[in-house]
């Protein structure tokens, strides 16, 4: 099993989109307006801006969350400054001997999003 789509809720398509075409740093893959539906693919995994979705957690994966931050400058709210909230010892939920580094920031949409890294102590 794999996980196909992800939804977050986008009222305003056009903002949602520029906003996660610039976190993303891709263009969008689909867009069906009506119904108000923007897709962007996330390495085989969609990620839906829907206007009928509720509002959404999700984690995506970064190079680094300081430059993703620097990126989002003006941008986004920061609702979390980086900080790390593991270490892995083993690869159970992580890459083994990687600090994972976690921020987060609220989309153009009001959505919560975590930004996390992998990067090595």
């Known amino acids: 099993m794999r996980l196909v789509q992800v939804a977050l809720r986008a009222t305003d398509l056009d903002r949602a989109a520029e906003f996660y075409a610039l976190l993303l740093e891709s263009a969008p893959v689909a867009r069906f307006d009506p119904p108000g539906l923007v897709f962007f ?8 801006l829907d206007r009928a979705a509720p509002s959404s957690l999700v984690y995506l ?42 921020a987060f920031v609220r989309d153009s949409e009001g959505n919560t999003v975590g930004l996390v890294a992998f990067q090595r102590r």
Do not use: C, K, M, Y
């Open 61 to 102: 994966q970064v190079e680094n969350v300081h430059d993703t931050l620097e990126r989002l400058d003006g941008v986004a709210d920061v609702v979390s400054r980086p900080h790390v909230i593991f270490t892995h010892e083993d690869d159970s939920l992580g890459p083994e001997g990687h600090e994972e580094w976690q």
């Open 41 to 48: 693919d996330l390495d085989g995994t969609r990620l839906l």
